[in-house]
């Protein structure tokens, strides 16, 4: 369960980036957080991760208030709460493989269960025969699998995604998209910051829509507009 | 998880991770270890030089005496007794008796080729002695005062200011070397920092991934030590390789030029020396990449 209660966020050159912010998402909820540039959707999942701290408020992770998280708490949450960007973030120099495999090496797991682990994650993103490729010889839809599978090997509760179909063309961010909504079948909670109205308007799911950094509608079953 | 098994995979993946970095980024690994290794080749010429001026000095120091001045109607069994007394003393090297026989004697035998000299002197005017020689001669004036109020002891004569010069300059050769020494070690910890640094911000994108996937700062921080300590270790093992063939020739050298130069002839000393520079190649090394990779850390 994802709680934010009164959040508000500044940064340090003044730009108010969300205002009274009150929100919350159940387990296995499927939320896009959807708005024009600037509307705050980023800081939002920058918070979720606790790559920034709320100016005042709190937010809450399975209970656990992030601004009272110790600097070595951190990586227990970065473990709970996956996150896949717009530009992926994949090393170059390591192969589909490694990229996913790394996931699982920072939590120090043995080599025989990254062995079983990561085949099975790719297998599940529909990336099981490119397994030895560099990111470099993939499509930008088979990357995005790639980082989907990262952040999905260690089995998070919560998968948040930030323009996770920014950089796919229409087919391939549809794909995506289905992919995340077989992963939350499977029992995570996904939250996608997105503007791509097409596809919250296919997928019919919880919207939550920001605007100028405030909470403009909460919807189920809604569309973009 | 295990902790024992955690530990055997971070260190796996840590060793593994230095090593191939190591590797890759080969250019900069040499630029890293040639500048440890010419620190190292200069803080092992200061400690040479240093540690030498530093056997001159103590051999200097135990030059000076301390010369007790008998009574004379003091009988040899109280000399004698008073040099046994002072040898039992930890801080006194040496303590010899010399009677006012012994005293002539001595002088007789330094004034052979001056035997005019010694016809002028009538019956035995010098006092019996004891001589005193200290480990440490900043010591002497207190013991010298507490002799003199023996009853038996006719003067104790210090010559202050030679001894305050010689104890001034030793204390300021010590402290301006360590004070070299420590500036040393920090340019050396300055410039290693520096080179590592641009390694790692090459590596920052991995850095920054490492973070939002759930790495601990220790986790990221291993294979970037053990990578300085590489740096570190290569570096020095090659500084000690040459100041080991450069050692031994170059001493030679200097004994046959300045012969009435005490030197530092330990022959354990070109061992703790190697011992030294890796050790501190190694540290240095470490904290280095300890302190380079900080900053990268806060993702």
Not at chain 2, 120 to 140: F, H, K, Q, W, Y
Request: hydrophobic share 50%.
């Amino acid at each position: 369960m994802i709680v934010l209660h009164d959040v508000c966020k500044q940064y340090p050159n003044g730009v108010q980036a969300l205002s009274e912010v009150n929100l919350q998402i159940p387990e296995r909820d499927f939320v896009f957080l959807v708005g024009p540039s600037g509307a705050g959707k980023s800081t939002f999942i920058r918070l979720l991760i606790r790559d920034e701290l709320p100016s005042r408020g709190r937010v809450f992770v399975d209970g656990q208030d992030l601004s009272r998280l110790r600097r070595r708490e951190l990586p227990d949450l970065r473990r709970k709460v996956s996150v896949i960007f717009q530009d992926f973030k994949l090393l170059p120099d390591k192969t589909v493989f490694e990229n996913v495999a790394f996931a699982l090496q920072v939590s120090a797991y043995s080599r025989m269960e990254i062995q079983q682990m990561v085949p099975e994650t790719l297998d599940l993103v529909g990336l099981a025969d490119k397994s030895d490729r560099f990111p470099c010889h993939l499509s930008g839809g088979e990357q995005q699998r790639v980082a989907i599978a990262r952040a999905l090997v260690r089995r998070p509760s919560v998968l948040v995604a930030d323009e996770p179909t920014g950089n796919l063309d229409p087919v391939t961010a549809a794909q995506t998209v289905q992919l995340l909504v077989r992963i939350n079948a499977l029992g995570t909670t996904i939250v996608i910051a997105t503007h791509n109205s097409e596809l919250v308007n296919t997928m019919r799911r919880r919207v939550v829509a920001l605007e100028g950094g405030r909470i403009v509608r909460d919807q189920k079953n809604a569309g973009y507009a | 998880m295990r902790p024992l098994l955690r530990v055997v995979e971070v260190g796996r993946y840590a060793v593994s991770t230095a090593v191939v970095s190591f590797w890759r980024h080969r250019t900069m690994s040499v630029a890293a270890v040639f500048a440890t290794m010419v620190m190292m080749l200069l803080l092992n010429a200061f400690v040479i030089v240093l540690s030498n001026l530093n056997v001159a000095l103590h051999a200097l120091e135990q030059k000076v005496d301390l010369i007790v001045y008998l009574k004379d109607d003091v009988g040899p069994a109280e000399g004698i007794a008073l040099a046994d007394r002072l040898r039992s003393e930890t801080d006194v090297l040496q303590a010899v008796y010399l009677s006012k026989d012994e005293a002539m004697a001595r002088l007789k035998a330094q004034l052979a080729d001056r035997t005019d000299l010694l016809e002028m002197v009538t019956g035995n005017p010098l006092p019996a002695t004891v001589e005193v020689r200290l480990r440490d001669p900043s010591r002497i004036p207190a013991l010298a005062s507490s002799l003199r109020t023996l009853p038996y002891v006719e003067e104790v004569p210090v010559q202050q200011d030679v001894l305050d010069n010689l104890l001034r300059i030793s204390r300021f050769t010590r402290i301006a070397g360590a004070v070299m020494v420590a500036g040393l070690l920090g340019v050396t910890l300055f410039v290693i920092v520096n080179t590592i640094r641009l390694a790692v911000y090459s590596r920052r994108q991995e850095i920054e991934i490492m973070k939002l996937v759930g790495a601990t700062d220790w986790f990221i921080r291993w294979p970037f030590v053990l990578e300085g300590v590489l740096y570190g270790l290569i570096g020095a093992t090659t500084a000690v390789l040459l100041v080991g063939a450069a050692y031994r020739p170059m001493q030679a050298q200097f004994l046959s030029l300045v012969q009435f130069l005490p030197v530092n002839l330990d022959p354990t000393f070109p061992l703790k020396l190697s011992g030294l520079t890796a050790a501190v190649g190694v540290a240095i090394g470490a904290a280095g990449s300890y302190i380079s990779v900080r900053r990268f850390l806060d993702v």
